[in-house]
């Protein structure tokens, strides 16, 4: 998710420009939000982001006739990129803005500010003059800092199925033509990573020759499955639900593909009941009258590419026990994988 501590006004993080200055703040305030607030918009405080991120953030008060809220600040690096990261992108078949903040900007003004399709109120799109960059302003959300991912994970299941529903055809599909849209290159991206680095692991790997072909098919599975409007990031902890109302954040990693992607993401790591029960609310919400036919495969086929992309972060193989159980789930999928999917059921 992108939350991170950040430094004070005008201080550097990882190197980047330093943050704004208030001065510099208030005049974004004023452009983007725009409307009734012109001068009479006040910044009354900034404080880090308690959680990591990749960009800078932070959280700014801010108090208009009387009013005060809180607003999510992400200030984006987009054109000072690390050269292995852009090299990651474009070996996947993406787009060397993809995960910025210019680009996620562009899937809040584009894909889902005109739909109403958040609940979260944004203010994306301003642009930097002094160094180009974008700046993306957020509802605050207060449940950054605390809740119950487990909590989540049903009602975030179904919400992702019927947006995914949504964005299949008509007017919604059609505002994501600038999006995105990975192809075999990026599920087949990490599996390549994998075998190429797979020598250096000190456990049995044989059995992987056969799962990277097995993902070779996944790969085109997945490719060829509905597109629609995919979050791309959709683990748990970027699904807020505060007060009954779902947030999904973190947009940057948005594009047209899969949305089982999503769902294979949801519930990566969780016990297999609770994934059961996020899976038939993912079905409920995308095909009420009943999950398309090839739903099972598909969503296998996302289960494989996931695993072979987390069995391979960190690329260098250490031993942790996170390592070791991410390459076992890659195993016990890849064998999934390679049963015939059963008869598809109605849901009710």
């Not at 953030?57 to 600040?73: D, K, V």
């Not at 250490?318 to 016990?332: A, D, H, I």
């Amino acid at each position: 998710m992108s939350t991170a501590p950040t430094g004070s006004p005008g201080s550097a993080f990882g190197g980047a420009r330093p943050l704004p200055t208030d001065a510099e703040l208030v005049v974004a305030l004023r452009s983007s939000l725009g409307g009734s607030h012109g001068d009479d918009l006040k910044l009354v405080g900034r404080r880090p982001n308690p959680y990591q991120a990749t960009v800078p953030t932070e959280i700014a008060s801010i108090r208009t006739r009387g009013h005060t809220q809180q607003l999510f600040c992400k200030y984006g690096r987009d054109f000072s990129q690390p050269a292995a990261a852009v090299a990651d992108k474009l070996g996947c078949g993406l787009s060397a803005l993809h995960g910025g903040v210019a680009y996620e900007a562009d899937v809040y003004r584009r894909c889902l500010v005109p739909f109403g399709a958040v609940p979260q109120r944004s203010w994306p799109g301003y642009r930097d003059p002094s160094g180009g960059e974008t700046w993306l302003f957020l509802e605050y959300v207060p449940a950054h800092e605390s809740w119950d991912q487990s909590a989540v994970l049903v009602p975030a299941a179904r919400w992702i199925g019927e947006l995914h529903a949504a964005y299949e055809s008509g007017a919604r599909h059609d505002a994501l033509v600038q999006l995105d849209r990975p192809g075999p290159r990026y599920y087949l991206f990490w599996g390549g990573e994998l075998m190429r680095n797979r020598h250096s692991i000190p456990l049995d790997t044989e059995w992987l020759e056969t799962a990277a072909a097995r993902l070779d098919e996944a790969a085109g599975v997945l490719s060829a499955a509905g597109r629609t409007l995919v979050h791309g990031d959709f683990y748990a902890d970027n699904a807020l639900l505060v007060a009954g109302t779902l947030y999904p954040v973190d947009w940057s990693w948005a594009a047209i593909g899969a949305g089982e992607m999503d769902l294979a993401m949801l519930v990566e790591g969780w016990p297999d009941a609770a994934m059961e029960a996020c899976v038939q609310a993912y079905a409920g919400g995308r095909w009420p009258a009943g999950p398309a036919a090839d739903f099972e495969r598909t969503f296998a086929a996302a289960q494989l590419a996931l695993a072979f992309r987390l069995a391979c972060v960190p690329r260098a193989w250490t031993g942790t026990p996170k390592q070791v159980r991410r390459l076992e789930r890659l195993r016990r999928y890849a064998q999934q994988y390679a049963r015939p999917p059963a008869p598809a059921t109605s849901t009710p």
